[in-house]
């Protein structure tokens, strides 16, 4: 070991069109280098309450509780078992690949009786099949689903579901909305979902970091009314007294950085408009799929349920998908995912956040079938 101080950071320039993260929006970047304030200054006070509007305004809600965690979208999934189930309770988690499979180990950490409503990779979770469990489970206290399963790019109809729920009031309903948020239409309040969370590196474009939540009036009384406490950092109500009481309390030492590019990204996306943001991803989604499925590729998840701002592309038989995602990287500077354990062997395409632009899905493609072609894959550009 030297002594010796290292080289400055030199990191490569990538386009990272992977599941997420996906290249910070500019505005991110120039707002973290603004001066830096205290948890508690009075500046930041206005800045934090803000950030909360403009979140209610992205996630369709007024009511409740919406506020960032300073977690990732694992603690986002995480802080909703642990402040809305108390060991013992029973969830139904619709599981057809691996996230909706982590919210199912999670729930069994917190202590929960787990029902599993399992499909197979890339076919969604029928919210048939979810009220079936539920008839089954009447007791179940909470039901769980991903809106945009980022494994395989299927896209679960979360407003049927909450339609269906409505008349189910001691099933509270927890959505995923990792990939989804700032990328694909969500009304959390007009479909009755009482807890959302996500993520702030994937369609809202800023650096991973923050989880942004939603909390519905039903899941507080069900967070009030608990016998159990909750962990200390993800506790909904001291959560609360520092983001948005006033006096705020301390709580934690607030990413203040993270919350300045947080800011500027929701102001963004309030100026282009939520549905036009939406839109852009629809539109980049839409074209690099139907250019991958001309080219004689498939995708792996069902048509019908196809997330736009995630393509899983079915590696052709015969090819090294490893060595296509590395070449992809290391010769065109692009990052593409691979499939996460237990998958199908698969490319995870991300169009998200800054990167939703037909350009860069043009782009993507074109480096993808440059490098196929040198593989003598079946492929026609
Ligand atoms: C659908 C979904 N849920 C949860 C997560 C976990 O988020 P994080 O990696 O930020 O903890 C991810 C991450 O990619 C995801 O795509």
């Not at 060991?87 to 599981?95: F, K």
């Not at 896209?155 to 409505?166: D, N, T, Y």
């Not at 239409?185 to 969370?197: L, M, Q, T």
């Not at 009030?224 to 001291?238: C, G, H, I, K, Q």
Request: proline share 8%; hydrophobic share 45%.
């Amino acid at each position: 070991m030297t002594n010796s101080a290292p080289a400055p950071l030199a990191p490569s320039d990538r386009l990272l069109c992977g599941p997420g993260p996906t290249n910070v929006d500019p505005v991110a970047l120039a707002a973290m280098g603004k001066p830096m304030l205290g948890h508690l200054d009075p500046d930041i006070q206005p800045i934090l309450l803000e950030v909360v509007r403009m979140l209610r305004l992205v996630y369709r809600n007024a009511e409740g509780l919406v506020l960032p965690l300073q977690a990732t979208g694992t603690s986002g999934m995480e802080a909703g078992l642990l402040n809305l189930t108390e060991p013992g309770d029973t969830v139904i988690v619709g599981a057809s690949a691996y996230f909706g499979r982590r919210i199912v180990e999670l729930a069994r950490r917190a202590g929960c009786e787990v029902v599993e409503v399992m499909e197979d990779w890339g076919v969604h979770v029928p919210n048939g099949r979810l009220l079936e469990a539920l008839d089954e489970n009447p007791a179940a206290t909470l039901l769980a689903v991903v809106h945009g399963e980022t494994s395989t790019g299927s896209l679960h109809p979360l407003a049927e579901l909450g339609e269906a729920l409505k008349d189910r009031p001691d099933t509270l309903l927890m959505a995923d909305c990792v990939t989804t948020l700032g990328g694909t239409e969500i009304d959390i309040a007009g479909w009755g979902v009482d807890y959302a969370y996500s993520c702030t590196q994937k369609c809202i474009g800023a650096p991973p970091g923050m989880s942004p939540i939603s909390v519905s009036e039903a899941g507080m009384e069900r967070f009030a009314a608990r016998s159990t406490p909750v962990p200390f950092s993800f506790d909904f109500e001291l959560l609360r007294k520092y983001w948005i009481d006033r006096p705020p309390v301390y709580h934690h030492t607030a990413p203040i950085l993270h919350i300045y590019a947080l800011y500027e990204v929701l102001r963004a996306t309030l100026e282009e408009g939520v549905d036009a943001r939406c839109a852009r991803h629809v539109a980049a989604g839409t074209h690099l799929q139907e250019r991958v499925l001309a080219a004689g590729l498939s995708l792996i998840a069902e048509p019908d349920h196809q997330l736009p701002q995630l393509s899983a592309v079915a590696v052709p038989q015969g090819i090294d998908a490893k060595a296509v995602q590395s070449e992809l990287l290391l010769e065109h500077g692009i990052e593409v995912g691979g499939g996460l354990p237990g998958a199908p062997p698969m490319w995870r395409i991300g169009l998200m956040g800054p990167n939703a632009t037909t350009q860069t899905a043009d782009r993507v493609f074109d480096a993808l079938m440059a490098v196929l072609e040198t593989k003598g894959a079946p492929v026609s550009a």
